[in-house]
C-alpha cells in the first residue's frame, strides 16, 4: 500500500496507487542550470521518500516570482497541460509558495499544489516515532497550515436565531483557526515541558563530568551508521532521507579511560524548513551544549562541499557555529567515493567507513584530542586543611604535579571549562 501525501497533524490516508507528482524549478538570476538540476534531483529524492513517482519536470527562468501564482500565466497553463497529459494528482514546486499562490495554482490547474517545506513535513510525520518527535512534527504541520487555512464552497457563518443573537455568527473559518491556534499554544507547552526535564537531565550529566558529542551532518550521511560503529548502539539505519528524528544517546569509553556520551541527532537539508527547526529547538539543544560536534559527511556525494555548507547554515541559525567541530568523511568503503582524497582538503579532518568500521581507531583518537584541546592546565593553591578539594582536584581532572609548602598544596591539574569554573577561587593566575 503506497502512501498518498497529505498535510494532516499525525494522520496519513493510504492508497492503492503511488501519486503522481510534477515537479516546477524556477531559474531566478545567479541560479545556474546546474545548480537547479541538483536542486530537482533532490527533491525528487524526497518525493519518492514521501512515498509518490515523479511524472514530469517543468523549468521556467523568471527574474522574480509571480505574485499570485509564482509563474507566469502562460506558463500555468502549459504546466496545466503537462499535468493532464501525465494524469498527475499533484504539483510539487522547489520553492515555497505563498497561500495565495497555492490557491490561485490549485483553481487553475484542478489538483494540489505544494511546494518542497510540505514534501518534507509530510516525510518527518511518516518517521515520527516518540511522543516528543510526533508533537515537534505536529507543532511544525499546525503552523505551516495555519495560514494556509480554508474552507471550501458555502456560506462559512454560524446564523443564530432569538434576541442579541441574529445576524451572521462567528464562521467556521474562524473556529478552525482559534482550534489550531490553541492546539499550537498546547503543544508548546508541552515541548516546553519536556526541555525542562531534558535540562534536569544535561545537569545531572555534567555532574557525572561525562563529556558531550554529538553527530551532526547532511540527511542520509551515515550519522546513525556511525553510532552504531561508535558504540554498538544497534539503531535503526535505512539508506533514506530523515530515518532518524529522536535524538539518541549512547556512552563509550576513550582509550585514556575518560567516558564519552555520544547523540546521533536528525539530519539537516538545504533550505530545511525554518518553522521545523524552531519545532524540533528542544532537540536540537543537544547540538548547542555539545562539547564537540562531529559534523559526518557523505563522502561517495558529488554535492559533499554543498552539503557542508547547508550543515552550516543550519548550526548558525541555531546558534551553534560557535561549537568546536570535526568533519568526518563517511562511505569510504563506496566505489568512487571521494572521503580519503576529501579529508585532505580539510586540515585535521578524518575518513571513515561506518560499514566497515575502516579508520574508526584513528576517528576515536581524534575526537579524544580534539576534546582534551578544549581543556586547561592550571595551578592551584589548596589549603593545607582541605582534604577534600584535594581529593576532589584528582577527581575532577588530570593531576599533573604536586608540591607543598608550609601555607598550602600547589598542583598543576588538567580541568575541563567546568572544573576550571569549579576550582576558580583556588586558582593561581597565569
Known amino acids: 500500500m503506497a502512501r498518498k501525501l497529505t498535510y494532516i497533524p499525525n494522520t496519513l490516508i493510504d492508497r492503492t496507487f503511488r501519486e503522481k507528482i510534477v515537479l516546477v524549478g524556477v531559474m531566478f538570476p545567479g541560479v545556474t542550470p546546474e545548480e537547479l538540476d541538483r536542486q530537482l534531483d533532490e527533491l525528487a529524492l524526497l518525493v519518492d521518500t514521501a512515498g509518490a513517482d515523479v511524472a514530469a519536470r517543468v523549468i521556467q527562468r523568471r527574474d522574480s516570482p509571480d505574485p499570485a501564482t509564482f509563474l507566469g500565466s502562460g506558463k500555468v497553463q502549459e504546466l496545466r497541460e503537462i499535468c493532464l497529459a501525465v494524469d498527475s494528482d499533484t504539483v510539487v514546486f522547489e520553492h515555497n509558495l505563498s497561500p495565495a499562490q497555492q490557491r490561485n495554482l490549485e483553481k487553475i490547474l484542478g489538483r494540489t499544489a505544494i511546494d518542497r517545506t510540505a514534501v518534507i513535513l509530510d516525510i518527518f510525520a511518516q518517521n515520527a516515532r516518540t511522543p516528543e518527535g510526533k508533537a515537534q512534527v505536529e507543532l511544525a504541520l499546525l503552523q505551516y497550515r495555519l495560514p494556509r487555512l480554508r474552507r471550501e464552497g458555502g456560506s462559512l457563518s454560524q446564523q443564530a436565531g432569538g434576541i442579541g443573537t441574529r445576524g451572521p455568527g462567528e464562521t467556521q473559518l474562524e473556529?478552525?483557526?482559534?482550534?489550531?491556534?490553541?492546539?499550537?499554544?498546547?503543544?508548546?507547552?508541552?515541548?516546553?515541558?519536556?526541555?525542562?526535564?531534558?535540562?534536569?537531565?544535561?545537569?545531572?550529566?555534567?555532574?557525572?563530568?561525562?563529556?558531550?558529542?554529538?553527530?551532526?551532518?547532511?540527511?542520509?550521511?551515515?550519522?546513525?551508521?556511525?553510532?552504531?560503529?561508535?558504540?554498538?548502539?544497534?539503531?535503526?539505519?535505512?539508506?533514506?532521507?530523515?530515518?532518524?528524528?529522536?535524538?539518541?544517546?549512547?556512552?563509550?569509553?576513550?582509550?585514556?579511560?575518560?567516558?564519552?556520551?555520544?547523540?546521533?541527532?536528525?539530519?539537516?537539508?538545504?533550505?530545511?524548513?525554518?518553522?521545523?527547526?524552531?519545532?524540533?529547538?528542544?532537540?536540537?539543544?543537544?547540538?548547542?551544549?555539545?562539547?564537540?560536534?562531529?559534523?559526518?559527511?557523505?563522502?561517495?556525494?558529488?554535492?559533499?562541499?554543498?552539503?557542508?555548507?547547508?550543515?552550516?547554515?543550519?548550526?548558525?541559525?541555531?546558534?551553534?557555529?560557535?561549537?568546536?567541530?570535526?568533519?568526518?568523511?563517511?562511505?569510504?568503503?563506496?566505489?568512487?567515493?571521494?572521503?580519503?582524497?576529501?579529508?585532505?582538503?580539510?586540515?585535521?579532518?578524518?575518513?571513515?567507513?561506518?560499514?566497515?568500521?575502516?579508520?574508526?581507531?584513528?576517528l576515536i583518537a581524534t575526537i579524544g584530542d580534539r576534546l582534551r584541546t578544549n581543556d586547561r592546565v592550571i595551578t592551584l593553591h589548596l589549603p593545607l586543611d582541605r582534604g577534600d578539594l584535594l581529593a576532589a582536584a584528582h577527581r575532577e581532572g588530570e593531576v599533573i604535579d604536586t608540591s607543598m609548602t608550609d601555607e598550602y598544596v600547589a598542583l598543576r591539574v588538567v580541568l575541563d571549562p567546568v572544573g576550571v569554573a569549579k576550582f576558580s577561587e583556588w586558582r593561581v593566575p597565569a
Open 175 to 362: 473556529t478552525d483557526r482559534r482550534r489550531l491556534v490553541n492546539r499550537i499554544h498546547h503543544i508548546k507547552s508541552e515541548l516546553r515541558q519536556i526541555d525542562r526535564t531534558r535540562g534536569v537531565q544535561r545537569q545531572g550529566r555534567l555532574r557525572g563530568r561525562h563529556r558531550e558529542v554529538t553527530l551532526v551532518g547532511y540527511t542520509n550521511a551515515g550519522k546513525s551508521s556511525l553510532l552504531n560503529a561508535l558504540t554498538d548502539a544497534n539503531v535503526e539505519t535505512e539508506n533514506r532521507l530523515f530515518v532518524t528524528l529522536d535524538p539518541r544517546t549512547r556512552q563509550r569509553q576513550l582509550p585514556g579511560g575518560e567516558t564519552i556520551l555520544f547523540t546521533d541527532t536528525v539530519g539537516f537539508i538545504s533550505n530545511l524548513p525554518h518553522d521545523l527547526i524552531q519545532a524540533f529547538m528542544s532537540t536540537l539543544k543537544s547540538v548547542q551544549l555539545a562539547d564537540l560536534l562531529v559534523h559526518v559527511v557523505d563522502g561517495a556525494s558529488d554535492d559533499a562541499e554543498l552539503q557542508i555548507a547547508a550543515v552550516r547554515d543550519v548550526l548558525r541559525e541555531i546558534d551553534a557555529d560557535e561549537v568546536p567541530e570535526l568533519l568526518v568523511f563517511n562511505k569510504s568503503d563506496v566505489p568512487g567515493s571521494r572521503a580519503r582524497d576529501l579529508s585532505k582538503l580539510y586540515p585535521g579532518s578524518v575518513w571513515v567507513s561506518a560499514v566497515t568500521g575502516d579508520n574508526l581507531d584513528e
